[in-house]
């Protein structure tokens, strides 16, 4: 892995309503500062750290249609808050079964988008989208 070390601290505000037993929608919007740390990834790449303030929002539905089967919304952006203006998205929908108190099948659907690498200098190794499909089991304890 090319980047070592990454932390992000955000403030921010959270707008919730799950008023309504079948549906419910989350808010989330927040500024914060990010750090990263990249490792050697190759002699001509060598170890960076980028600091940068950057700008979240989350957005994240929940729709029951019927008991116990529900399907989740999830959007997210990060945008970077310097000259080079980066930004992040991740667009994920789950379908989940919940089998018993503890234990539920997930199915989910993830895409994510980065206009640019976290370390710009891995910008010739980097993928733009990124698409997941994942199966699984949860379980709670």
């Known amino acids: ?18 008023e309504n037993e079948n549906i419910g929608t989350m808010l989330f919007g927040a500024a914060g500062y990010q750090w990263a740390t990249s490792t050697e990834f190759l002699p001509l790449l060598p170890v960076t750290r980028e600091d940068k ?49 503890k234990v539920v099948f997930v199915v989910t659907h993830q895409t ?3 206009s640019e690498p976290i370390i710009l200098a891995l910008a010739p190794y980097f993928e733009k989208f990124n698409t997941t499909l994942t199966l699984g089991v949860q379980f709670t304890f």
């Not at 992000?8 to 309503?17: D, M, S």
């Open 53 to 101: 303030a950057v700008a979240y929002f989350q957005h994240q539905m929940a729709f029951k249609f019927f008991a116990p089967f529900s399907l989740v919304e999830n959007f997210s952006i990060i945008k970077e808050l310097d000259d080079n203006g980066a930004y992040r998205t991740d667009l994920s929908f789950s379908a989940q079964l919940p089998v018993s108190q």
């Open 112 to 114: 994510k988008y980065e």
């Open 1 to 18: 892995l090319y980047i070592d070390r990454r932390i992000i601290a955000y403030q921010g505000l959270i707008f919730n309503v799950m």
